[in-house]
């Protein structure tokens, strides 16, 4: 039962839209402004970098929360990184939305603080490098590597399945794009790495937009 229930709690405790609800609190509606993407990073970009990094905060603590409250309950370890990684499908494509919202990063975030804050080094790595050089790579360095990271520090199976479900969970709605999205495959390829469309210029991320949150 445990496969069951602990996946359901954690995809609706994650589908909770915060940083949505902080643009509300600013009078500003995400899904209509900005990239129209209802995440920390348009957040940011359109209430400032504090609201951003609010949003993020609370999008991480909704799995931090979840994840330590079933833990608290006695599921066990596998049960709880399936959890984590239904929270974050539930912040990348919310119920309460009926589609997609942010691209769960901080939601990432705080799974590993519930489950393993040590590769929190690695994702912090990642977010600096991508606030530097830009183009999204903050995410595809620090997010998409993780997997390969816990396997080099002999992390048990569960753990690596679920680094890899919230590596693809980020590339997958990644691909998706926002609304105005190029079509193809190229272009969907283009958009899991670099987090942009092709021909876009790069833009340097905040902390916040890079995953540092």
Known sequence: MSALIAPII????????????????YGVDL???????????????????????????LDGAKSLFVVLALRQAGFDEGALWLTGVAAVIGHNWSIFLRGRAGRGLASSAGVLVALDPALLWWTTAGAVSGWKIGGGLGGTLGWGLLPFVGLALDRPAYEIWGLIGLALLMFIRRAQGNPGRQ???????????????????????????????
């Not at 954690?10 to 643009?23: D, E, I, Q, R, T």
């Not at 942009?196 to 949150?213: F, I, K, N, R």
């Open 10 to 25: 954690g995809y609706l405790v994650g589908a909770v839209p915060f940083a949505l609800l902080v643009g509300f609190a």
């Open 31 to 57: 899904r209509k402004v900005g990239s129209g993407n209802p995440g920390a990073g348009n957040l940011s970009r359109t209430c400032g970098v504090p609201a951003g990094a609010l949003g993020a905060i």
């Open 183 to 213: 079509p193809g495959f190229k272009a969907a390829i283009f958009r899991a790495i670099f987090d942009q469309e092709p021909g876009q210029s790069p833009l340097v991320e905040s902390p916040v937009e890079a995953g540092a949150m």
